[in-house]
């Protein structure tokens, strides 16, 4: 029986969906047994010559969010050669924590990083990923004006979600890559997730009427373990996030935060739970407690953007307007 050409290539990754395929253990056996490891930099020593000239890759794993011109160069290689690709991570499936980047223009990250920062000794400002380095052979890549899912450029038959993706999920994947020895191939957008929220799965005492009469941190007092976050007051994207993941947070006793990515056929993962949550901001009590006081409430939320869209903003709705996939 031959051997699965695999490939996998990176956009902006933190390197956690690399340890995540650690985690299968005695399970990356068979993977060895079922793959030829083409290109894979954290795995094997290759190089991205070997890639490219490499003419058909069975299955090719993408990790990462697209945030630099060589990112998408890479992805749209991966994508002409593989005949599956696969989304691995929500980097990958959103634009993951990368995609808060685009809440702020990319000159005034830069800056922050390369100029602004006590320890950084930089008297001409300069910023990589704008100008060439021409003392230097190094060319740096140029940045993209927004971090994008890698949807946004290739077509992709696989999706993987998880920040990051939980082993049982890499051990689905392996399981694909064994069908593919025996020609049994995946169905295409195949989802390794639960078609279900979160909340279908959470064993917490959920309310028949979700009512909501302020919000609070998850270090300002007890945390029930048997009861609803949200009836306690702390946000917990549960009720729009695909489940699958275990609910490993929530077992923690701490709220999910959405990196499974939004339900099916919610588009805007952050706009569905915002409005989820203003409808039951002291529901029945509107009138008696009055505009001005709503506001407040409102108010004591911390970074709205970051708790509804910690995942999800590259690929929201908000982004999508400005989108510019030629990268200015």
């Given at each position: 029986m031959r051997k699965i050409k695999l490939a996998v290539d990176y956009g902006s990754i933190c390197g956690g969906c690399d340890v995540a395929f650690i985690d299968a253990g005695e399970k990356l056996i068979e993977l060895a047994n079922a793959a030829e490891i083409v290109f894979w930099p954290a795995v094997v020593d290759g190089k991205e010559e070997d890639l490219r000239k490499t003419r058909e890759i069975d299955i090719g794993i993408f990790f990462g969010a697209i945030r630099t011109e060589r990112h998408k160069e890479a992805l749209e290689q991966l994508r002409e050669k593989s005949r599956i690709l696969v989304a691995f991570g929500t980097c990958a499936c959103y634009g993951g924590i990368p995609g808060l980047a685009n809440s702020v223009e990319s000159r005034v990250l830069?800056?922050?990083?390369?100029?602004?920062?006590k320890s950084t000794d930089n008297p001409d400002g300069k910023l990589p990923g704008f100008e060439e380095f021409k003392e230097a052979a190094l060319r740096l890549p140029r940045l993209r004006s927004l971090v994008s899912p890698i949807c946004d450029f290739v077509d992709v038959d696989i999706w993987v979600p998880g920040c990051p993706p939980p082993v049982?999920?890499?051990?689905?994947?392996?399981?694909?890559?064994?069908?593919?020895?025996?020609?049994?191939?995946?169905?295409?957008?195949?989802?390794?997730?639960?078609?279900?929220?979160l909340c279908d799965f959470c064993e917490?005492?959920?309310?028949?009427?979700?009512?909501?009469?302020?919000?609070?941190?998850?270090?300002?007092?007890?945390?029930?373990?048997?009861?609803?976050?949200?009836?306690?007051?702390?946000?917990?994207?549960?009720?729009v996030t695909r489940g699958g993941c275990g609910a490993r947070c929530i077992d923690a006793n701490m709220p999910c935060r959405g990196c499974f990515g939004p339900v099916p056929n919610?588009?805007?993962?952050?706009?569905?739970?915002?409005?989820?949550?203003?409808?039951?901001?002291?529901?029945?009590?509107?009138?008696?407690?009055?505009?001005?006081?709503?506001?407040?409430?409102?108010?004591?939320?911390?970074?709205?953007?970051?708790?509804f869209y910690m995942y999800s903003?590259?690929?929201?709705?908000?982004?999508?307007?400005?989108?510019?996939?030629?990268g200015d």
């Amino acid at each position: 029986m031959r051997k699965i050409k695999l490939a996998v290539d990176y956009g902006s990754i933190c390197g956690g969906c690399d340890v995540a395929f650690i985690d299968a253990g005695e399970k990356l056996i068979e993977l060895a047994n079922a793959a030829e490891i083409v290109f894979w930099p954290a795995v094997v020593d290759g190089k991205e010559e070997d890639l490219r000239k490499t003419r058909e890759i069975d299955i090719g794993i993408f990790f990462g969010a697209i945030r630099t011109e060589r990112h998408k160069e890479a992805l749209e290689q991966l994508r002409e050669k593989s005949r599956i690709l696969v989304a691995f991570g929500t980097c990958a499936c959103y634009g993951g924590i990368p995609g808060l980047a685009n809440s702020v223009e990319s000159r005034v990250l830069l800056k922050k990083g390369y100029v602004a920062t006590k320890s950084t000794d930089n008297p001409d400002g300069k910023l990589p990923g704008f100008e060439e380095f021409k003392e230097a052979a190094l060319r740096l890549p140029r940045l993209r004006s927004l971090v994008s899912p890698i949807c946004d450029f290739v077509d992709v038959d696989i999706w993987v979600p998880g920040c990051p993706p939980p082993v049982e999920s890499v051990n689905k994947l392996i399981d694909v890559v064994k069908d593919l020895q025996e020609d049994q191939v995946p169905p295409k957008g195949l989802f390794i997730a639960e078609g279900r929220s979160l909340c279908d799965f959470c064993e917490r005492e959920k309310p028949e009427v979700l009512r909501i009469k302020r919000f609070r941190r998850v270090h300002e007092g007890e945390i029930k373990r048997d009861e609803c976050f949200l009836k306690q007051g702390i946000i917990c994207l549960g009720p729009v996030t695909r489940g699958g993941c275990g609910a490993r947070c929530i077992d923690a006793n701490m709220p999910c935060r959405g990196c499974f990515g939004p339900v099916p056929n919610v588009e805007d993962q952050g706009t569905r739970f915002l409005s989820a949550v203003a409808s039951a901001l002291m529901a029945e009590e509107e009138r008696e407690v009055g505009e001005e006081e709503l506001r407040k409430l409102i108010d004591e939320l911390p970074d709205p953007l970051g708790l509804f869209y910690m995942y999800s903003l590259a690929a929201s709705i908000i982004n999508r307007r400005y989108l510019d996939l030629e990268g200015d």
